[in-house]
């Protein structure tokens, strides 16, 4: 009789979670938002005149743990400048066969010329499809990344490619938190800083949704964090 208790035991979990709000989504036709500081596809960043901000002086490639960014500066020509410094990015490569999206080429950049978007939803027919070149990456003239036809953009994820760098210091100072620490840039101008975890935050502005809040939806008040213990038993 136990083992039978048992059996029908098993579906207690189920059952009780028939009434509780559905989290799932019908994807791919609906996709959940996401978080500013989302790692997708990269896009190469312009100034709000126009001008390219990389240039070209491959620090992105030499900090990438996979090897996956290939660059090669060439000296801004006198008559028509394509970036403000000396030198500009001729070449510049990203093979997606090999990145992980670990972020560290857009924390390299001293121009904030590299960042993502929250794209990440893209598949390759081929394997040359998934080197994507310079004219790919570089935004348009409005300042929006180019749109493959492998790519599945869908709204919001092409804003804030670049609204949380530089949200702090390199060393982590927190009164540096909320400060802008970047340019400028083309369609855009200046972001809003991405929320840190203090008090100087425009969630509205930026999107950012508090994770703690967010999550506790989904809990039972019996399951919710305690600070000071720890879930509860």
């Known amino acids: ?32 938002p ?18 390219e901000k990389c240039i070209g002086c491959e620090l992105c490639a030499g900090v990438c743990p996979a090897k996956c960014i290939y660059v090669r500066g060439l000296d801004n020509p006198p008559d028509h400048p394509v970036s403000p410094g000396e030198r500009y990015g001729y070449v510049y490569e990203i093979n997606y066969l090999r990145c992980i999206h670990c972020d560290l080429c857009v924390e390299a950049c001293p121009t904030q010329a590299i960042t993502e978007s929250k794209l990440f939803e893209f598949s390759f027919t081929n394997r040359a499809d998934a080197i994507y070149q310079k004219s790919q990456l570089l935004v ?41 620490q970047w340019s400028g840039e083309l369609g855009v101008g200046v972001r809003v800083p991405e929320a840190g975890q203090g008090d100087s935050r425009d969630d509205a502005a930026t999107g950012t949704k508090a994770l703690r809040v967010e999550f506790a ?11 000071r213990g720890g879930p509860k038993k």
Request: glycine share 10%; hydrophobic share 30%.
């Open 217 to 227: 939806k989904h809990f039972d008040p019996d399951q919710r964090e305690d600070r």
């Open 34 to 51: 996401k978080q500013p500081r989302q790692h997708g596809r990269h896009v190469l960043n312009r100034y709000e005149d126009g001008m």
């Open 1 to 32: 009789m136990s083992r039978v208790w048992d059996f029908f035991g098993g579906f207690r979990l189920t059952f009780r979670h028939l009434s509780r709000p559905r989290v799932t989504r019908g994807y791919p036709e609906e996709k959940r």
């Open 140 to 180: 348009d003239d409005q300042g929006f990344p180019q749109r493959m036809p492998w790519e599945d953009w869908r709204e919001g994820e092409a804003a804030m490619t670049g609204g949380w760098m530089r949200a702090t210091s390199p060393a982590g100072d927190a009164s540096f938190e909320g400060l802008v």
